[in-house]
Antibody
Framework: QVQLVQSGAEVKKPGASVKVSCKASGYTFNSYDINWVRQATGQGLEWMGWMNTNSDNTGYAQKFQGRVTMTRDTSKSTAYMELSSLRSEDTAVYYC???????????WGRGTLVSVSS | QSALAQPASVSGSPGQSITISCTGTSSDVGAYNYVSWYQQHPGKAPKFLIYDVSYRPSGVSNRFSGSKSGNTASLTISGLQAEDEAHYFCSSYTTTTSVIFGGGTKLTVL
């Protein structure tokens, strides 16, 4: 079955970091880029950046530059997104998504809730 | 960069057609034919509906169609069904090689 399976919910304190994993199955992992999109409760979608799973090249939204790092382990068909210096506004569901082009996302993980609270 | 502008809500009766607009600028929607649409039911991940303005992925009903004129893209749903009640989001590639989403539209089937 073609799917992206994400790690479980996290609770973090302000200033901490979080690393979310996304394991791909049912397709060739390094044939598609992985992007990350987040959604605060009751809010819209926000694009965070992309990673080429073949070359390890990345591109981040300006808003997250310096705070986000996207990596992958091809031996595990797994992508990772690490967000540092967390603040309460980072509380959201984080989705990993498979990109069929730079701009279209055909496969979504179920999302990982990251809660930031003191 | 501000989100693409979508109406907060639209509604329609079963069997009717509705259209959701998505307005951007000449740096995103107007720059390329790279607009996508997603459907999201409560508590679920978004589902891929439309890509490259008007193309449907395999398995998506032909009741969903997309178009674009200038800086505004549109999603039309014909023959409304109760299961269409959801949030709909547009997205576009931008001239700064990023992706921008719309704020989302809640569709209510009356």
């Amino acid at each position: 079955q073609v799917q992206l399976v994400q790690s479980g919910a996290e609770v973090k304190k302000p200033g901490a970091s979080v690393k979310v994993s996304c394991k791909a199955s049912g397709y060739t992992f390094n044939s598609y880029d992985i992007n990350w999109v987040r959604q605060a409760t009751g809010q819209g979608l926000e694009w965070m950046g992309w990673m080429n799973t073949n070359s390890d090249n990345t591109g981040y939204a300006q808003k997250f530059q310096g705070r986000v790092t996207m990596t992958r382990d091809t031996s595990k068909s797994t992508a990772y997104m690490e967000l540092s210096s967390l603040r309460s506004e980072d509380t959201a569901v984080y989705y990993c998504v498979r990109a069929i082009t730079y701009w279209s996302f055909d496969l979504w993980g179920r999302g990982t809730l990251v809660s930031v609270s003191s | 960069q501000s989100a693409l502008a979508q109406p907060a809500s639209v509604s329609g009766s079963p069997g009717q057609s509705i259209t959701i607009s998505c307005t951007g600028t000449s740096s995103d929607v107007g720059a390329y034919n790279y607009v996508s649409w997603y459907q999201q039911h409560p508590g679920k991940a978004p589902k891929f509906l439309i890509y490259d303005v008007s193309y449907r992925p395999s398995g998506v009903s032909n009741r969903f169609s997309g178009s674009k004129s200038g800086n505004t893209a549109s999603l039309t749903i014909s023959g409304l069904q109760a299961e269409d009640e959801a949030h709909y989001f547009c997205s576009s590639y931008t001239t700064t090689t990023s992706v921008i989403f719309g704020g989302g539209t809640k569709l209510t089937v009356l």
